[in-house]
């Protein structure tokens, strides 16, 4: 809502959090957290925790919604009414439908859906709770779900959030710092050829700004997907 | 056993004139992986063993189906993939039939399994299937195991060679399908899906044929 | 399926031969809606979109008891293109309304503070919406100027014995700026601005941008299938910051 910067949120170089401006929050990532999921992943960073199914590729029903030349993929994220401090009811509001899909947009193209005509890939992202940055959380739990899934896929997606507060560039918001923060920006890029699938910016910054806030997500994304891709190999050379 | 894994995205070489498979895509020259697997490399194709995914169909496979519904001249057919396949009754039955007076429910009717091979993919994924050959069949009782589809060479071994000391130890009729489902009808049918379930688990680690022959005494 | 939008654009120009950076003929009409305290109908080329201002009566925001409040809708109406369905807002329509909303929220062109009745009780409450007329194309950019016109264009009512008195001006809307969003897209190797229906649909990755007066970017979205270079996130700004103080230039 309302971007105050009245509140002191970086004391002596240091945040809330006594993170350094450019310091991601621990990342913890785990897969194969739902049974049934073709695949699925669990991704936190710091208390933000996001919660990533994949089904399919599947038939797709509705019926008039199968293309006969290439696969779809759907995507719902939705954060639970316990996440945040004030309940959030229930089911798919304003804000969710968007970011449901900016974050299909943000996977789609790491993904040959022409493989798989008529069919759908559905990803699931639940939101746990919730401390700043969710969706990226969420698109970086789904990019695992997705490969632990089989997709057939270009690259994989790695996302993260970059801000401004009290005048620094941050790497990372978290809830407090993105409720206050002069801009907030999410970022996710397929690694290997640095091609952006998603940018969102909210907040004032120059065009210098947005070209180095770009820049710091790029290698903090890069930092992001060797965890990942560490977890999904580990998966079949552990024990 | 080679377990050098790869990931979607990951370079696995160039293409030099071979052919790339299946789990793999071409950017110029060079070939990448397009799932996280095993890559297979030989003189004329470079192709990728999936971990995971599901099944989609490819003219030849053998797979195992089932009966979903009875149509006027074929079958509608399950094949544990987005995708139904369609069996013609001609692919099916070698007798004349006047579907105009008989119901084709007899020879196969719905529930029914049979072990069948895919005949035709478009590129829109209509599917086609045949028993016209030695080897399908319908399918009586028996218990039907899902595993990855992917790990279903391995439970097949080197010319037949796994499928076949899993069989005489035993004494299954065992039936694979490359859509991931394996048919089993025997006497000592737990010990065969226990073996068939490790090879699943472990089909990327060394020594798998060892820990088989050890787990079947 | 061979699209001859794509060809053309190929081959350096466009279906309308207008240049890359160059957008349809703008129109701006404001005043339009006599109900309304604020309206503006802006026509690009045959795309059309009214916005309609009504101020109404609320309460604040509990972390905010002495700021006014905003709230963007849109509708897309099956009358504006067979593409549209009636019923609720659909995904695309709520992400043109969000999108709105950020542009105008984030530049801070409308003083909530002057926005309140009783502090921390009643404070004006300003609804955006947004219904679309014509679809050909670039919606969000008509959208938004005619959201950033019809806001120039509001007036407080009267306000009198805990009534509101409709068609009767008592003050301005305290608006100080002009945020404007420019979509610059992406074919091939080429970006273009206010891309027609036909070339949308050939348009592999688009940007919104969303820029103050003072040539502070306050809003960014990457839309469509497809992704972007770094590359082309900083040329897109060079051409969204330029084409931005034309539009400004016509409210």
Not at chain 1, 190 to 197: A, C, E, G, K, V
Not at chain 2, 168 to 188: A, F, M, P
Not at chain 3, 231 to 247: G, Q, R, W
């Amino acid at each position: 809502m309302g971007k105050k910067s009245d509140v002191q949120l970086i004391v002596d170089g240091k945040r809330t959090d006594g993170r350094a401006p450019e310091d991601v929050r621990p990342i913890s990532m785990r897969l194969d957290v739902v049974s049934r999921a073709n695949g699925s992943a669990e991704v936190s960073f710091g208390k933000t925790t996001a919660v990533a199914a994949v089904y399919g590729p599947r038939t797709l029903f509705p019926r008039f919604m199968q293309e006969s030349d290439t696969g779809i993929i759907r995507t719902r994220y939705n954060m639970a009414p316990f996440s945040v401090v004030d309940r959030k009811s229930p089911g798919p509001d304003r804000r969710s439908t968007e970011i449901s899909k900016v974050v299909r947009l943000a996977l789609e193209p790491s993904i040959f859906l022409e493989d798989f005509p008529k069919a759908t890939i559905d990803v699931y992202v639940e939101i746990i709770q919730a401390d700043g940055s969710t969706r990226v959380t969420g698109i970086n739990a789904a990019s695992l779900a997705l490969v632990a899934a089989g997709a057939p896929m270009k690259d994989m997606v790695t996302a993260v959030s970059v801000g401004k507060i009290d005048d620094t560039l941050i790497v990372d918001l978290n809830g407090t710092e993105d409720q206050n923060s002069q801009s907030d920006v999410a970022v996710a890029i397929m690694p290997r050829t640095d091609r952006i699938t998603l940018l969102q910016m909210d907040g004032v910054l120059t065009k210098d700004e947005v070209m180095t806030v770009l820049s710091f997500a790029k290698e903090n994304c890069h930092k992001i997907n060797e965890q990942q891709k560490k977890l999904l190999l580990e998966k079949y050379t552990g024990e | 056993m080679d377990t050098k894994l790869v990931l979607p995205g990951d370079l696995i070489g160039e293409r030099k004139g071979r052919r790339f498979g299946r789990g793999t895509f071409v950017e110029g020259e060079n070939v990448y992986s397009a799932v996280l697997g095993i890559p297979r490399a030989s003189e004329v194709e470079i192709s990728v063993i999936p971990m995971s995914g599901v099944y989609l169909p490819v003219m030849g496979d053998r797979v195992i189906g089932t009966i979903k519904s009875v149509e006027v001249s074929g079958w509608t057919v399950d094949i544990n993939s987005p995708y139904t396949a369609f069996l013609p009754l001609a692919e099916a039955v070698d007798e004349y039939v006047d579907t105009s007076r008989e119901d084709i429910s007899r020879f196969f009717d719905v529930g029914d399994v049979i072990f069948c091979r895919i005949s035709k993919v478009t590129k829109g994924m209509n599917v086609q299937a045949s028993m016209r050959d030695m080897m399908s069949r319908k399918l009586f009782s028996g218990a039907i195991l899902n595993v990855t589809p992917s790990k279903i060479p391995r439970i097949i071994g080197k010319a037949g060679s796994m499928v076949q000391l899993i069989k005489q130890k035993t004494k299954c009729d065992i039936y694979t399908g490359q859509n991931g489902l394996v048919w089993i009808r025997g006497d000592d049918k737990a010990k065969a899906i226990e073996t068939i379930l490790m090879i699943e688990r472990e089909s990327h680690l060394k020594g798998l044929t060892e820990k088989v022959e050890k787990m079947l005494g | 399926m061979e699209n001859y939008a794509l060809e053309l654009i190929q081959k350096g120009t466009r279906i309308d031969e207008r240049k890359f950076d160059q957008y349809r003929n703008i129109e701006i009409k404001t005043g339009v809606i006599g109900p309304a305290e604020g309206s503006a109908r802006v026509r690009i080329g045959d795309t059309e979109v009214i916005v309609g201002v009504k101020m109404n009566t609320g309460t604040p925001f509990s972390d905010m008891p002495n700021d006014g409040t905003m709230m963007v809708s849109a509708e897309f109406t099956p009358l504006a293109s067979p593409d549209f369905e009636s019923g609720p807002p659909g995904e695309d329509a709520i992400e043109l309304a969000r999108l709105v909303d950020r542009s105008l929220r984030e530049s801070k062109c409308i003083d909530f503070s002057k926005l309140v009745i009783t502090p921390g009780v009643k404070v004006w409450s300003v609804y955006i919406d947004i219904h679309i007329i014509n679809h050909q194309g670039n919606l969000l950019d008509a959208a938004g100027l005619a959201a950033v016109a019809a806001l120039w264009n509001a007036y407080i009512p009267k306000y009198e014995n805990e009534k509101i008195v409709r068609g009767e001006p008592a003050g301005k809307l305290p608006i100080s700026f002009k945020p404007i969003t420019i979509t610059v897209g992406k074919v091939g190797n080429t970006l273009l601005v206010d891309p027609v229906l036909e070339e949308e649909s050939i348009i592999d990755a688009k940007m919104s941008i969303a820029i103050r007066d003072d040539g502070k970017i306050c809003a960014m979205q990457k839309q469509g299938h497809g992704t972007l270079e770094f590359s082309d996130v900083d040329k897109m700004i060079d051409i969204a910051l330029k084409k931005s103080e034309e539009l400004r230039g016509l409210i």
